[in-house]
């Protein structure tokens, strides 16, 4: 159907062959432990921003690490002179290219930090600044916004602090569980058609998650945005109840990330108050989980530990940008005015 469609259906077998070979994450973790790294900032832009956001989660609750995403244009406009001692700074990149993320590695390797690349080439400028790089390995990606470099991203990222803390469960389940439910993920794409042709004439979106999945909101929101031209709004489940759940009326389409764990309970407690309000729900979740009509619920195979829901959760929202994309009359492989390397300085 488009190229798009195509690079989405592949993600599966990136994520088993990435998790098949557990080795460079190992290797990588003993360097960055070896080297001190007691704090983590991430550099990245655009998708590969979102991944960071999942991977400040990985770093803060599963290795007990202070972790926030870099301020790239401190060290590149600004000139800060940054203390990097002791800090862990990976930069994320689909192209490693852009210069402003590869600047800021440098300069962090320059002073004192460790620094590791994530990115789909092994070559790249980013690569080049880092002392050591992870390869995504997803191949050649042809359309314009990004779907298969975004999940193997998050596996990367998943490997890498699994090894970290020696967390064996994850890495297995990366390596067969997490692969079998993105392919089995994708027999929702009917109800995703549907869900689509009900918002083909929409203005606006609000699309929230928390926890982990609060990177599947960022970067399902960002998907709309580049394909449909739509106003789609992310917010953290927490962040939206101070203050711009005050836009919601009714009919206000809200798409909510529920995926079991620790901020079910209060995902589902969120849509109950969307309903109150009259908002028109749509709520990707586990199969089985119970939420109430009239929401419109996409069921998802989500029986994996909590930390890798963002591999399966994102397909959904990369199938519902792409089918909107269509409904509304318009090319997902090549949206107006966007190219595949952005350069930022």
Request: hydrophobic share 50%; aromatic share 6%.
């Amino acid at each position: 159907m488009t190229i798009m469609r195509d690079e989405i259906l592949e993600q599966a077998g990136i994520v088993a062959r990435l998790a098949g070979d557990p080795e460079p994450y190992r290797a990588a973790a003993a360097e960055a432990r070896a080297a001190g790294a007691r704090f983590v900032l991430y550099a990245a832009r655009g998708t590969s921003d979102n991944a960071a956001v999942y991977g400040k989660y990985l770093a803060t609750i599963l290795a007990g690490l202070p972790a926030g995403l870099a301020v790239p244009s401190a060290a590149t406009v600004y000139g800060a002179a940054i203390d990097f001692r002791d800090c862990l700074v990976v930069g994320i990149s689909q192209s490693g290219e852009t210069p402003d993320v590869a600047e800021y590695v440098a300069q962090a390797r320059a002073a004192g930090a460790y620094t590791l690349a994530i990115t789909n080439d092994a070559g790249s400028l980013l690569a080049r600044a880092a002392h050591g790089t992870l390869a995504t390995g997803a191949g050649r990606e042809r359309a314009v916004a990004a779907t298969k470099t975004y999940t193997s991203q998050l596996a990367a990222l998943a490997l890498f602090w699994a090894a970290w803390t020696g967390e064996d469960r994850l890495t297995a389940s990366l390596a067969g569980d997490v692969p079998a439910a993105m392919e089995a993920a994708l027999a929702v794409e009917d109800r995703v058609v549907d869900v689509a042709a009900r918002l083909s004439h929409a203005d606006r979106l609000l699309v929230t998650g928390r926890g982990y999945n609060y990177a599947t909101a960022l970067e399902t929101a960002l998907k709309v945005k580049e394909t449909c031209y739509l106003a789609a709004m992310p917010f953290s489940a927490a962040d939206l109840m101070h203050g711009p759940i005050a836009v919601v009326e009714p009919r206000y389409p809200v798409l909510l990330f529920a995926a079991p764990g620790k901020t079910l309970a209060g995902m589902l407690e969120l849509e109950a108050e969307l309903r109150r309000r009259d908002a028109e729900t749509f709520v990707v979740a586990g199969a089985g989980t119970a939420v109430p009509a009239p929401a419109t619920v996409i069921p998802l195979p989500l029986d994996l530990p909590e930390e890798l829901t963002p591999l399966v959760t994102a397909l959904p929202g990369q199938l519902l940008a792409l089918h909107l994309s269509l409904a509304r009359g318009l090319d997902p492989d090549t949206p107006r005015g966007l190219s595949k390397v952005t350069k930022t300085y």
